[in-house]
């Protein structure tokens, strides 16, 4: 099992302004565990409505994929350098 | 090698050899054959070892005159190719069928469908191989490699 990246560096420069970020990508965690709690009625509806159409096991292995791509995204890096551009993002 | 240790077995049976030169040829050829496993083992090991595919991208003028130009520098785990080539399981089987359609097109004869989680692996494998120097006649160069 990878560990999942704990920041994401993001820098974008332009011609005349630009920005970094530093996102605490393990901030996500108890977000995503919040988002969970609060849209619980919702999902469980969607649940009931899909569960006939056989979308369980689609939605269960969509979910699992998804965290996975999240959890082999460390190391990840583009850097584009132009003359009057900047484009970095780096998830560590 | 099983071959060899016949032979040394056979020429000391024939008294040949001795049984201490028999002793001497045989443990050689242990040795030989354990350092060939060894290096197989090593390269497996290497190719495991590889954690990312890389891109990088020059352009001519980049390299020509003080860093002037574009550049374009990608690191991709192989985890994260990995992790992705799993979606194609999840895609609809219609989305399949236009993909493949769309492929046979471009003439292409390759079947969704027929990927399977041991042909990544080996497809993953053999990418950890992979070695792509591109270099324009302007000086642009392109390199893909797995590190």
Not at chain 2, 1 to 29: F, G
Not at chain 2, 55 to 78: A, Q, T, Y
Not at chain 2, 117 to 135: H, Q, R
Request: hydrophobic fraction near 45%.
């Amino acid at each position: 099992m990878n560990r999942p990246p704990m920041l994401m560096h993001v820098k974008i420069r332009g011609e005349r302004r630009g920005f970094g970020l530093w996102l605490p990508l393990f901030l996500l965690l108890p977000l995503a565990l919040a988002a969970f709690i609060i849209l619980s009625p919702l999902i469980l509806i969607s649940i009931l409505v899909f569960w006939p159409r056989g979308w369980r096991k689609r939605a269960l292995h969509i979910f699992g994929a998804v965290f996975e791509v999240f959890n082999s995204m460390r190391g990840f890096q583009v850097d584009i350098q132009g003359d009057h551009h900047c484009i970095y993002i780096s998830a560590i | 090698m099983a071959d060899n240790k016949k032979k040394v077995l056979e020429m000391l049976a024939q008294n040949k050899i001795s049984t201490d030169e028999a002793y001497r040829l045989l443990s050689v050829l242990e040795s030989e054959g354990s350092t060939s496993e060894d290096t197989a083992k090593s390269g497996t090991a290497a190719r495991m070892k590889s954690k990312y595919l890389r891109v990088c991208i020059l352009s001519g003028s980049e390299r020509g005159h003080g860093g002037k130009g574009d550049r374009v520098n990608v690191r991709v785990p192989m985890a994260l190719i990995r992790s992705g080539m799993k979606f194609t399981s999840l895609l609809p089987p219609e989305a399949r069928d236009k993909v493949t359609g769309a492929l046979h097109e471009k003439g292409i004869d390759f079947d969704m469908r027929n990927l399977k989680p041991e042909d990544m692996d080996e497809l993953l494998e053999a990418l950890s191989e992979l070695e792509v120097d591109v270099a324009g006649s302007d000086g642009e160069t392109v390199k893909v490699f797995v590190e």
